[in-house]
Nanobody, 122 residues
């Protein structure tokens, strides 16, 4: 069972930046991948982005492209979500997920973190 530990959520003003971190207790596969989903109040889950810890491939949801960046420290099994130019619409609980990747596809639903709240004030 992989445990995911998230940190870095909080309150930020519109236009500001915030960085989330997520550390996995272990890797379960050579094509291990991690990423982020978010859920705003009353909304569905939305894919934010993912990264392969195998080859560094990244992908992002349309609403965050150009503003958010995912990176990883493979030695620490840790991924970071650097969020910039934040908007009130980015307010949500951000969940770290882990799973696998294959080519340009992610399968991130296998393990979930508890989530961290990001609030962007207007």
């Amino acid at each position: 069972q992989v445990h995911l530990e998230e940190s870095g959520g909080g309150l930020v003003q519109t236009g500001g930046s915030l960085r989330l971190s997520c550390t996995a207790s272990e890797r379960t596969a050579c094509n291990f991948a991690m990423g982020w989903f978010r859920q705003a109040h009353g909304a569905n889950y939305e894919f934010v982005g993912g990264i392969s810890l195998d080859n560094g491939y990244t992908d992002y949801g349309e609403s965050v492209k150009g503003r958010f960046t995912i990176s990883s420290d493979n030695a620490k099994n840790t991924v970071y979500l650097q969020m910039s130019s934040l908007k009130p619409d980015d307010t949500a609980v951000y969940y770290c997920l882990a799973g696998t990747s294959r080519g340009s596809s992610f399968n991130l639903g296998e393990y979930w973190g508890n989530g961290t709240l990001v609030t962007v004030s207007s």
